[in-house]
């Protein structure tokens, strides 16, 4: 079973910067797509970004420029940082993994991703 943790996730003022960081287990990320969704009280689960096996990145429209997801092969692990944050990305992040190498573009839907950590909180506010 592979393990997926998040960290990073804490409490930061508005326009302010967290990196979230996804270990894998010590797979290689070449075989993976990696997803960050998210998920606010009294709200469902939100797509925020993936990235593919082969580096294609995605990002939801509410994140586009502010938001960069990446990965270190060496490391297996995969980075969500967040910039310019705002109130209304407070949320449970969640990471998760899916086997897929061949892709060269990610699929940003929680029904394809097998693998999940188990969330880290990030709240913005003042």
């Known amino acids: 079973q592979l393990q997926v943790v998040e960290s990073g996730g804490g409490l930061v003022q508005p326009g302010g910067s967290l990196r979230l960081s996804c270990s894998t287990s010590?797979?290689?990320?070449?075989?993976?797509?990696i997803g960050w969704f998210r998920q606010a009280p009294g709200k469902g689960r939100e797509p925020v970004s993936c990235i593919s096996s082969k580096g294609g990145a995605y990002y939801e429209d509410s994140v586009k420029g502010r938001f960069t997801i990446s990965k270190d092969n060496d490391k297996t692990t995969a980075y969500l940082q967040m910039n310019s944050l705002k109130s209304e990305d407070s949320a449970v992040y969640y990471c998760?993994?899916?086997?897929?190498?061949?892709?060269?573009?990610?699929?940003?839907?929680?029904?394809?991703?097998?693998?999940w950590g188990e969330g880290t909180q990030v709240t913005v506010s003042s």
């Open positions: 998760a993994a899916n086997f897929a190498p061949f892709e060269d573009m990610c699929i940003l839907s929680g029904n394809y991703y097998r693998y």
């Open positions: 010590g797979v290689t990320l070449d075989l993976y797509h």
